[in-house]
């Protein structure tokens, strides 16, 4: 089983980009899915962005066309590149990683720690 250690978060301007990172340790890395999710203050936990095993990509219509997902299994290491940022993108993102590639949070058995992202208007 893989851990995850998201990096990346900070405080941003609306427009401004960000990248994000998810740092596995374990050999499996690439035998497993990964997505991102994030949680705003007082809010659930949403889907952003999965990544499959090989390489599919699927996103939330929120982020679509501004946030891409990718992994480097070579690294032990998902992105996930923020583009054209807004207020709403504001919360705590985390990187889960599971079986396959699907929108549900319960389908991923490990999750990150979460890093903060914040963007003032």
């Known amino acids: 089983q893989v851990q995850l250690v998201e990096s990346g978060g900070g405080l941003v301007q609306a427009g401004d980009s960000l990248r994000l990172a998810c740092a596995a340790s374990g050999r499996t890395f690439n035998r497993y899915a990964l997505a991102w999710f994030r949680q705003a203050p007082g809010k659930g936990r949403d889907f952003v962005a999965a990544?499959?095993?090989?390489?599919?990509?699927y996103y939330s219509g929120s982020v679509q066309g501004r946030f891409s997902v990718s992994r480097d299994n070579t690294k032990n290491t998902g992105y996930l590149q923020m583009r054209s940022l807004k207020p709403d993108d504001t919360a705590i993102y985390y990187c889960?990683?599971?079986?396959?590639?699907?929108?549900?949070?319960?389908?991923?058995?490990?999750w990150g720690q979460g890093t903060q992202v914040t963007v003032s208007a």
């Open positions: 889960a990683a599971g079986p396959t590639a699907t929108r549900t949070p319960d389908n991923y058995n490990t």
């Open positions: 990544i499959s095993q090989n390489y599919a990509a």
